[in-house]
């Protein structure tokens, strides 16, 4: 059974930081891409960061790009999203996603088979 469960999520203020945690069970995480997802109310799921399973390679969308930072964390079976200079439209929930895959990750959410749960982010004064 491959399972992911996202932590982390809360309420920071505008400028504020947070760090989401993946930990993921029944697979290795040298053998998957994972993905950091995010949908807000009343919109579609869009990537927001991957890694690929040899850890080497990350990518981001442009609107996150050098404020999150994706990392893992193999002995613990954990990716994480450092999240910082957070501003009210990184409001989202966040999904992780794994996918069976090597040398390549995607931000497309229908390239990923597994899901999380999610957790809320929510950035407010």
């Known amino acids: 059974q491959l399972q992911l469960v996202e932590s982390g999520g809360g309420l920071v203020q505008p400028g504020g930081s947070l760090r989401l945690s993946c930990v993921v069970s029944g697979f290795s995480l040298d053998d998957y891409a994972i993905g950091w997802f995010r949908q807000a109310q009343g919109r579609e799921r869009e990537g927001v960061s991957c890694?690929?399973?040899?850890?080497?390679?990350?990518r981001y969308t442009d609107s996150v790009r050098g404020r999150f930072t994706i990392s893992r964390d193999v002995a613990k079976n954990t990716v994480y999203l450092q999240m910082n200079s957070l501003q009210s439209e990184d409001t989202a929930v966040y999904f992780c996603a794994a996918e069976r895959r090597d040398y390549y990750c995607s931000l497309g959410v229908d390239e990923y088979r597994y899901w999380g749960q999610g957790t809320q982010v929510t950035v407010s004064s």
């Open positions: 890694l690929i399973s040899s850890g080497q390679i990350t």
